[in-house]
């Protein structure tokens, strides 16, 4: 239940990150979602992650729409503040919200009925925009809070639990990310968190939209035999071209890698991704080879996971629109208000 | 000629200007307004026009009134007529006596024209095809010429219009000679060849004094400069484009830093209604004044983000200049009908803070304030104009602004309160006026933080569905909005010069032409208090002064009496007692509308004016 708090009982050798705050300083309310629910376990990775990080938990702005994922910011950051807004259209108030402040770490939480369905025309929006944040689709395929309807990212020919086969084409959100513009893709699955946690990491650093579809499992309506969402599904699907560590400026670097197998990316704020290449030869740089690839193995039936495209010279917004350094909403009235003379001005003008 | 007498009139009369839109005419139109200002005579121009581009037909209706009334008066002395499209029904259009000025280049046959007017014509399309080669050129300069003409027919003084050019030509030398050029040649051969002046005649007055001429929409956009806003999201849709595109030139003026040339504010075209109120929503919840400008049909979209405005607390302004509705409606024409649509928005029991400007002085001075209120009382603001003031320039008051004024912030919570031990509950009533206190996201490592939700939750922001947290909420929010009656802008009582029991009420760009019919009546022996509302919620001394009067016409311009609806149902009084004044053909409500109606009702109804009573 949400209003119960969580019990803050620490133990005292509990790790600390370099602003010394503990894990338990970035999770939030109990979740009320389903056992075993993958959406839990993208709030873990989301904690973990700015845990990693040292994000300062006040800093970061949640927001989400509406739907069971959309609910999962009440159980991560308790210290930050968050938005549940209205089905389909956070991508719009996070994209205000982000006008307002740009100092601030923006991330959005929606899911595939919130961003394919009806907010698909927000969704698209904000990624060619150049908003700067880490937007995550939790991923499962089906309607829940209202008890399994097929969502627009349901596969053509997969079944729902009562049996009924989906005969609408999918809508692959990386594929719409990666053509509209995002400058950071990437799909991973709930139940991976290796892969998931540095993809968030990267996400996070990363200046400009970064978009995760994470599949992620909808243990009471979507986890059957015939769904492609599925654990079990995913699990023998998964196609991860590679697997990324995000290096903070301040790391040592202490791992060494084969020749050929590692591909070293510097963000704009002296983060680092190092990738390690799997069993592909897959460019993270090259948008149109990025669309090839997914479509090629989507045909096959595969799900293609990890970093599938980064752009770590992308612009954002606020340099779009050339607004000043200092977050508009800290701006005081002597900055805002042009005053009594130019108005004087202005209406001899206007005679 | 006729056996009518031409009409005589001094600064007083009504010239209209039939056009093709996209000609080119609107500023040479414009230019002639200003120049019978320049002579100290008041001008209220209107432009009628269509929902096109290009090629379809156009007015520009020019009242000129030294008395200074700048309602729609209704009918025309002069047409200029250089629409061949809407011949016809433009002469029909013209009063007995009154004057007609077209291109005589082709010639007519004498049963297009009417007996009972005066011609006159000259032929520009000639004179212009003789001056100059490029089609562009003869188009351009055409309109100049009748505007020389029309200086000479009126007697104008031909250095006011010259210096009215230079004015706007300033530093573009090259386009000062030739516009001076064509208006001589149109001056010169109105004086040669026709009777200047004629009987309508401008006289140099001192009505226009220190009065400034702009738009709405334009004083809107400035309004939300001056009242801090930094964040503008909108979507294109007439007849509120301009606010934005206004607001966009003003920054660029006044807000760009100068150290650097970056902007202090950020404007997005969002993709459609319901993106740009939620990016006014997430910048205003982040702490930013935020806005949009949109019409009718915007907000029939951005219902849902109300809701979770006025729900959620968040502030919001809203600039809907009003269209003919509904559906895609009359997009270009005026009337007064978002009202019920905007004071109820959204599903639930809602109720919204809605500001009436009459001109553009109160576009400003209402826009600015409207960021203030939004603040204090941490929900959508609407400010409702419509397309009459939005889009047409009007004589008011110029702005002004007191430098030691401060904005209103609201009740914010700093990172100093939250360390002294403030209690926060977000959704709190701490002071008794039912406006709880927020924070900004970012404000302080462990206090203060919340979760923003358009579901119900308890006093300290916590998702809850008790009956008890939901019903402390929502008689909080009541409690908001009945602080707000006092904060709105109060209404404006203009008593009639004897006492009477009768009442008008109105509001917007129904005021020029509510003051006039007041005169009209008053000469008719009809005495009438009014009373302009200028806000809703509705404060107390609305109701009291229908309470007051036994009768209160309201007088608005939709079909459905929507500001009546809102009185009823928030006053609770008798419905017998307010009377519809409809007008809602599109076109701006005249005084001579209004007071036939108010005659004619008081007739109706056997009701004797209190001079007779007086009298008997």
């Known amino acids: 239940m949400t209003y119960l708090a969580k019990p803050k009982l620490l133990r005292a050798d509990a790790p600390r990150n370099t602003l010394g705050y503990t894990r338990r300083d970035y999770e939030g309310a109990i979740s009320t979602l389903c056992a075993g629910c993958g959406h839990d376990s993208i709030s873990a990775a989301v904690v973990q992650a700015c845990f990693d990080l040292d994000i300062e938990p006040h800093k970061v702005a949640k927001l989400s729409g509406i739907g069971c994922s959309s609910k999962t910011p009440d159980y991560f950051l308790g210290a930050s503040h968050g938005f549940n807004t209205t089905h389909g259209r956070m991508p719009s108030v996070l994209t205000g919200a982000a006008l307002a402040n740009r100092d601030l770490t923006y991330l959005g939480v929606s899911g595939d009925g919130d961003s394919a369905s009806i907010g698909i025309g927000q969704f698209a929006h904000a990624m060619r925009r150049g908003v700067n944040m880490t937007y995550i689709v939790e991923n499962n395929g089906v309607y829940g809070l209202t008890k399994g309807q097929f969502s627009a990212t349901a596969d053509k020919g997969s079944k729902s639990k009562r049996g009924v086969v989906n005969n609408d084409t999918p809508i692959d959100l990386v594929a719409l990310a990666l053509q509209l513009g995002a400058s950071y893709v990437a799909r991973s699955f709930s139940g991976d968190k290796e892969q998931l946690i540095p993809l968030i990491k990267g996400a996070l650093r990363h200046r400009g939209p970064a978009f995760i579809d994470v599949v992620s499992p909808c243990v009471t309506f979507n986890n059957h035999p015939g769904s492609t969402k599925s654990y079990d599904y995913v699990r023998e699907h998964n196609d991860a071209v590679n697997r990324l560590d995000v290096i903070l400026p301040r790391d040592q670097i202490n791992t060494t890698y084969a020749p050929g197998t590692l591909r070293r990316i510097v963000q704009h704020d002296g983060s680092i991704l190092h990738l390690r290449k799997l069993d592909t030869d897959y460019d993270p740089s090259d948008r149109v080879g990025a669309m090839n690839y997914l479509q090629e193995r989507h045909a096959l039936g595969e799900i293609v996971t990890g970093l599938l495209y980064v752009d770590s010279s992308a612009e954002d917004l606020h340099r779009y629109l050339n607004t000043v350094e200092k977050p508009l909403n800290q701006l005081g009235d002597a900055y805002l208000c042009p005053g009594s003379k130019a108005l004087d001005a202005l209406n001899a003008s206007l005679r | ?616």
């Not at chain 2, 001094?10 to 120049?35: C, P, T, Y």
């Open chain 2, 1 to 616: 000629m006729s056996q009518v007498k031409p009409i005589e009139s001094s600064n007083d009369f009504v010239i209209k200007f039939a056009n093709v839109n996209g000609s080119g005419s609107a500023s040479a139109n414009e230019l002639f307004a200003r120049a019978i200002m320049r002579m100290g005579v008041p001008v209220a121009p209107r432009n009628i026009f269509p929902s096109n581009i290009q090629g379809m037909p156009t007015w520009y209706e020019m009242r000129v009134s030294e008395a200074g009334w700048l309602g729609r008066r209704g009918g025309c002395d002069l047409m200029v007529a250089m629409n061949p499209q809407t011949w016809d029904r433009d002469i029909a259009e013209i009063e007995p006596g009154g004057y007609l000025f077209y291109d005589s280049t082709k010639s007519q046959p004498r049963s297009r024209f009417r007996e009972d007017i005066t011609v006159l014509g000259i032929p520009l399309t000639e004179m212009c095809n003789r001056e100059y080669t490029d089609a562009r050129q003869r188009q351009l300069f055409k309109n100049i010429m009748y505007v020389g003409a029309l200086t000479a027919l009126l007697g104008i003084d031909f250095s006011v219009v010259e210096k009215l050019i230079a004015d706007q030509y300033r530093g573009k030398d090259k386009l000062i000679g030739a516009n001076v050029n064509a208006l001589k040649l149109g001056f010169d051969h109105a004086t040669a060849n026709l009777p200047c002046p004629i009987g309508l005649h401008v006289k140099r007055s001192d009505g226009v004094g220190d009065k400034i001429f702009i738009n709405g929409n334009d004083a809107c956009g400035l309004g939300a400069v001056y009242g801090g806003a930094t964040v503008a999201a909108w979507y294109p849709i007439t007849p509120s484009t301009s606010v934005i595109e206004a607001f966009s030139s003003y920054c660029r003026k006044y807000r760009t830093d100068p150290d650097n040339g970056m902007g202090r504010y950020a404007i997005v075209q969002a993709e459609d209604e319901l993106a740009s109120i939620g990016m006014v929503i997430g910048a205003a919840w982040n702490g930013s004044r935020a806005f949009t400008a949109t019409s009718g049909p915007g907000i029939s979209l951005m219902q849902e983000f109300f809701g979770l405005a006025y729900f959620a607390e968040v502030p919001a302004v809203i600039f809907d200049v009003q269209r003919g509705g509904p559906s895609t409606g009359m997009p270009t024409r005026t009337q007064q009908s978002d009202l019920i649509s905007c004071a109820y928005a959204s599903h639930g029991d809602t109720k919204h803070v809605l500001l009436f400007p009459e001109d553009p002085y109160e576009c400003f001075t209402l826009g600015a304030q409207a960021f203030d209120l939004a603040d204090r009382l941490q929900t959508p603001v609407f400010v409702l104009l419509d397309l009459d003031i939005g889009m047409n320039d009007r004589l008011c008051q110029p702005f002004d602004w007191d430098d030691s004024r401060r904005y209103d912030r609201g009740k914010i919570m700093t990172a100093e309160m939250l360390d002294s031990g403030k209690n926060f509950g977000r959704y709190l009533d701490v002071d008794g006026d039912g406006i709880p206190w927020r924070t900004i996201p970012g404000t302080h490592p462990t206090k203060g933080a919340f979760f923003s939700r358009g579901t119900t939750r308890n006093a300290y922001a916590k998702y809850s569905e008790a009956g008890t947290d939901y019903i402390y909420n929502m008689e909080r929010l009541r409690h908001k909005l009945e602080t707000a009656k006092k904060l709105v802008p109060a209404p404006i009582l203009q008593p009639a010069s004897q006492a009477t029991r009768f009442g008008a009420i109105y509001y917007g760009s129904t005021s020029p032409a509510m003051a006039e019919a007041s005169t009209l009546l008053e000469a008719q022996g009809i005495h009438v208090d009014t009373l302009r509302v200028r806000g809703f919620p509705f404060a107390d001394e609305i109701i009291d002064f229908i309470n007051d009067h036994d009768h209160v016409f309201v007088v608005e311009q939709n079909e459905s009496g929507q500001l009546r609806m809102l009185l009823l149902n928030e006053g609770e009084v008798d419905p017998k007692r307010l009377i519809r004044v409809l007008h809602y053909d599109g076109t701006p409500i005249t005084a001579r509308f209004i007071a036939g109606r108010i005659a004619d009702a008081l007739s109706q109804h056997k009701v004797t004016p209190i001079r007779k009573q007086v009298a008997s």
